[in-house]
């Protein structure tokens, strides 16, 4: 394992996200907080920090474990943090509660020629 590694870089090689820029874009989002504190991508990572990683709706606090800055399958990298408990119990009522949320169906796009005519029909109608 590495002693130094970059906080883009772990975040990379974690899967947080899929790509090291947008880990990147992330980190100078003000999304990652390390310690509570605001970081910049070439900030070093060290065992037992603990990390704040929003993405999205969703929000982790997680520990750092070990380091590492080659991006390895998914049961390595899982090895790498440790969530906190506060965090999971936070991850899956927000899961429960967007399972039961009403579903917001789209409008079918722009009428069609069927559609235009019945419109014109009703506001003819309307003012005959």
Do not use: C
């Given at each position: 394992?590495?002693?130094?590694?970059?906080?883009?870089?772990?975040?990379?090689?974690?899967?947080?996200?899929?790509?090291?820029?947008?880990?990147?874009?992330?980190?100078?989002?003000?999304?990652?907080?390390?310690?509570?504190?605001?970081?910049?991508?070439?900030?070093?990572?060290?065992?037992?920090?603990v990390?704040e990683?929003?993405?999205?709706?969703?929000?982790?606090?997680?520990?750092?474990?070990?380091?590492?800055?080659?991006?390895?399958?998914?049961?390595?990298?899982q090895t790498?943090?440790?969530?906190t408990?506060?965090?999971?119990?936070?991850?899956?009522?927000?899961?429960?509660?967007?399972?039961?949320?009403?579903?917001?169906?789209?409008?079918?796009?722009?009428?069609?020629?069927?559609?235009?005519?019945?419109?014109?029909?009703?506001?003819?109608?309307?003012?005959?």
């Amino acid at each position: 394992m590495e002693t130094d590694v970059r906080i883009d870089k772990w975040l990379w090689a974690a899967r947080f996200f899929k790509t090291r820029a947008l880990a990147t874009e992330a980190i100078n989002g003000g999304k990652v907080h390390m310690n509570g504190v605001k970081v910049k991508p070439s900030r070093a990572v060290k065992i037992d920090a603990v990390l704040e990683i929003t993405r999205g709706q969703m929000h982790q606090v997680v520990v750092v474990k070990a380091l590492s800055n080659k991006r390895g399958p998914a049961k390595i990298a899982q090895t790498l943090y440790e969530e906190t408990e506060e965090s999971i119990a936070k991850r899956e009522a927000h899961a429960e509660m967007m399972k039961n949320a009403p579903v917001v169906s789209r409008a079918a796009g722009k009428p069609n020629k069927k559609d235009r005519r019945d419109i014109r029909k009703f506001k003819g109608s309307m003012f005959d």
